[in-house]
């Protein structure tokens, strides 16, 4: 698991990777295509693991559950099938949030849980200069999108984040996050039916645009936001006073791994991304020559026109990618309550979250007779307290289900850490979660309680790509995913994660 620090004195924004990168993993995985110039951001090492054994004692014990009612049929609810508006390359899991069942978002073609940082919520703020901790949050919405090839290769990605409680000022959500881990100069925008649109960069002495120099703190926010710096070839990195030396490349781009499912094993594609951004950073902007044509240097910084890569912040995203369905482990950090911006109180926050998304089943054609059983892989972060920094695990998954009862048992086991020392743990479970009706156009979902006596919370999934018969099981979805929730508040645990599988 990587562990990260941001300190704004430093000029490579001090991402700083503690302990192993997935440990025994790496032995199975090819090596990630990156530089040494460029801080590591992602999220949770290298994935591409081997085949899970059980660990002695560590099959959770049969929990009887409360009664489970089914997701209820809502025909105001928009289509619960995927529509991309990138095109028809593009996967999806929708932009907004239709209602949340068990602690968990449900989307269009998809479903989401995620977590804020706790250190932020400590008076005093025990660290200005980072974020830490892990606890439940709601009501913010993260839209992934990956660009797959007809054989499942992933050629791009994108992070779509709002509402997350992130302000530049003290008083409004701070602009729209799209990331897309694009590594030259440019900037991205949504145009007006939510497509991606890539544009340039405008020139730091174009004042019309960064007009923060005009109008302080009535400038425009959107404007410096989702903007791409380097590389350049005009003014150089800029870093901060007493800073020996500055990065000059804010990403390498997106990174994709093969895994064996293609030849018959349950080993997803990995693709992983990760950025140093300077969003909210007003030094993009030059500042107003006085009469003489000398440029003032604006408040908090030792220069104008280029902020240095990572000023205000970082993000990362892993994906693991079957045909139809993905699931997406994103983390944004980012400095709020920004001085020049009249905030109050700078410091910085994180966010992380999961996203199992794709083609969803068409509901319509989700069976209503027979079973199939579905093998893969789990993942997410566990915080074994309020306080800590939480640590990415992994784990095996395997849903069995009954589409007469309209049942579907998702069971995980030997949940350990991703790094070298594979410690387990408490996120073991077994929920018994219920469909919708057959021919409903909540047939594709699933959503139920957890309980594994330690901790509670809830799981949703989704079905995902045609209904098949081949493999071993009987006639179901090619492919099922979804994200959990957990937490115990007596001891302030809590867990964030997420599932993806194929019919056997």
Known sequence: MHKYLY??????????????????DSA???AAQTTTTTPTVSPSGPVNIPPVTTNPGDTPGTIQPPPIQPPVVDPSSPPMTMSCVDGPTWQCSG??????????????????????STSDLAIPNPDGSGAFGLALSSGGVAELRVNKDNNGVIS??????????LTWDGKTERPQIVETFQPTQGRVQLDANGALVFGSLPDSANLSFYDFANKGVAGTQMNYANNRYFPR?????????MTPS????????????TGDWRTGGTAPDMADAGRVHGDGDVHAGNGIPDSNGNVTILPGG?????????????RALDSWNFQYSNLGAWLTQDTVQIGEWGGFDEHNKNRRGMVAFGAVSDPAAVPATGSATYSGFAYGWYARNATEEPSFFRGAASITVNFVSREAVVTLQNTVTSDASATQVPVALKAVTAMGAAGANVANYLTGPVDNGKLKG????????????????????????????????????AVIGGFIARKQ
């Open 246 to 257: 500055c990065s000059t490349i804010e990403t390498t781009g997106l990174h994709f791994r």
């Open 458 to 493: 809830g799981l949703s999934g989704r079905y995902f790509g045609p209904v098949v018969a081949t493999g071993t099981s009987g006639t179901g979805p090619a492919e099922a995913g979804g994200a959990f929730s957990l937490s115990n508040p007596a001891t302030g645990e």
């Open 302 to 314: 030792s220069g104008v026109g280029v902020p240095f890569p990572g000023s205000k912040g970082y």
């Open 28 to 30: 199975t995985a090819p």
């Open 95 to 116: 932009g907004s949030i239709i209602r949340s069942d068990n602690g968990v978002a449900l989307t269009s073609s998809g479903v989401q849980a995620y977590g804020r």
């Open 7 to 24: 300190r704004k004195v430093s000029p490579l924004l001090l991402i700083i990777s503690v302990g192993g990168c997935g440990g025994g």
């Open 156 to 165: 791009n990605a994108a992070v779509l984040l709002s509402n997350l409680g």
């Open 233 to 241: 070839t005009g003014n150089p990195s800029r870093c901060q006073p």
